[in-house]
Structure formats: C-alpha cells, structure tokens
Antibody, heavy 114, light 108 residues
Framework: EAQLVQSGAEVKKPGESLKISCKVS????????IGWVRQMPGKGLEWMGI????????KYSPSFQGQVTISADKSISTVYLQWTSLKASDTAIYYC???????WGQGTLVTVSS | DIQMTQSPSTLSAPVGDRVTITCRAS??????LAWYQQKPGKAPKLLIY???SLESGVPSRFSGSGFGTDFTLTITSLQPDDSATFYC??????????FGQGTKVEIK
C-alpha cells in the first residue's frame, strides 16, 4: 500500500524561500507520476505540476510555471516543492498526490504573513 | 491544458435521494477521469477511477459513467455521511491533470 508522508506546517514571511517534501513508500517511486496540488483557504483543488522521477520529466500547470520548482530525489523516494520568494497569496494547504493511482499525502499548511 | 467543467456547484437533497453530478472535459480524455470526495480538513479520497471503476472499499451507492468528454457521478441513495465536496479530475498525462470546480453536497 502506497504511503505519502509530507513535511510539517510552515510559517514564513513574504520574500522568504521554502522547500517542502513528500516521502513515499509502498511502490516503485521511479515508475509513476507524482505531483503537487494547491488548496487555498475555502477554495478548490488545483494541480500545480507533476514529475516522473524515473527521468525527472516535469510538467507545470500554466498558472504555476516559473512560480515554483518541483523536483525529486530517487535515492530517498522523495518529491519536493520549492519557492524562491514567497508571497502572501501562497498561503494554502499543499498536497502531494499520485494523479493516476489516487494516493495523497496528509497535506502541508504553508502560511505566509508579515 | 484541459479544462473540466463540473455542475452543479452546490446541491441539497434529502437522505435516500438519487443525486447526479456532471463533468465535461474541453477535449476527449478517453476514460481517464476520476472522482474524489473531500471532507473539511481532510485530504481528498478517491471514489472512482477510469470513469467507472469503483475504488476498493468505496460503498456501492457511488457509481461513475461516461467516456470521451462527458462524465457523471451518481449516488443512488444519499446518506448523511455523503455530505462533502466532490471533484472530478482528468489524468490523461499528456498534460498536467486538472480538476473540476467542485460540487458541495448538503443533506436536507
């Protein structure tokens, strides 16, 4: 059974950088697409992008292209979501998820406030 | 990217009612459509994959149908535990997956 375990909640100031993680187990990490979903307070679900860890092929939603970086470390079966300069509007819950198999992490709350 | 149009945005129905949620894709996605249920403060839960396959452990009152661009999720006998927001999601993987806007289901 697949398990996706995300890093803990973060509180940051505007302009700061951040990298959150999602460690997976229970399946061959290299062989399946995995990605990140944003849920802003009281709003719907948005796919930000996906990565194929086997060859690091990465696709971004147009809304998130250039705003974040998705990466993966095959040696530790972990996928990352990174910002270089956070904005208040990045405040949201971020989920890692497998788009085909329907497995989800528990979510990471990111709060950006001065 | 593929746009998913889901309707209605909210619905209210009594226990025991049959309810239907629809989802339309902006281009053909074959059978690559999933339905999720999300309750407040929780991660979404997969109900249906490949348009009509019931995920293990999901009650049989949930069913999905459709192919190409038009899809439906049906709950045959609405239960109090079904109060949640439901999302469709396409995953043809030639592009980034996308969700519909969500349908909030309330029990009368």
């Amino acid at each position: 059974e697949a398990q996706l375990v995300q890093s803990g909640a973060e509180v940051k100031k505007p302009g700061e950088s951040l990298k959150i993680s999602c460690k997976v187990s229970g399946y061959r990490f290299d062989d399946y697409w995995i990605g990140w979903v944003r849920q802003m307070p009281g709003k719907g679900l948005e796919w930000m992008g996906i990565i194929y860890p086997g060859d690091s092929d990465t696709k971004y939603s147009p809304s998130f292209q250039g705003q974040v970086t998705i990466s993966a470390d095959k040696s530790i079966s972990t996928v990352y979501l990174q910002w270089t300069s956070l904005k208040a509007s990045d405040t949201a819950i971020y989920y890692c998820a497998r788009p085909v198999d329907g497995d989800w992490g528990q979510g990471t709350l990111v709060t950006v406030s001065s | 990217d593929i746009q998913m149009t889901q309707s209605p945005s909210t619905l209210s129905a009594p226990v025991g009612d049959r309810v239907t949620i629809t989802c339309r894709a902006s281009q053909s996605i074959n059978k690559y459509l999933a339905w999720y249920q999300q309750k407040p403060g929780k991660a979404p839960k997969l109900l249906i994959y490949e348009a009509s396959s019931l995920e293990s452990g999901v009650p049989s009152r949930f069913s999905g149908s459709g192919f190409g661009t038009d899809f439906t999720l049906t709950i045959t006998s609405l239960q109090p535990d079904d109060s949640a927001t439901f999302y469709c999601q396409q995953y043809d993987l030639f592009s980034v997956p996308t969700f519909g806007q969500g349908t909030k289901v309330e029990i009368k």
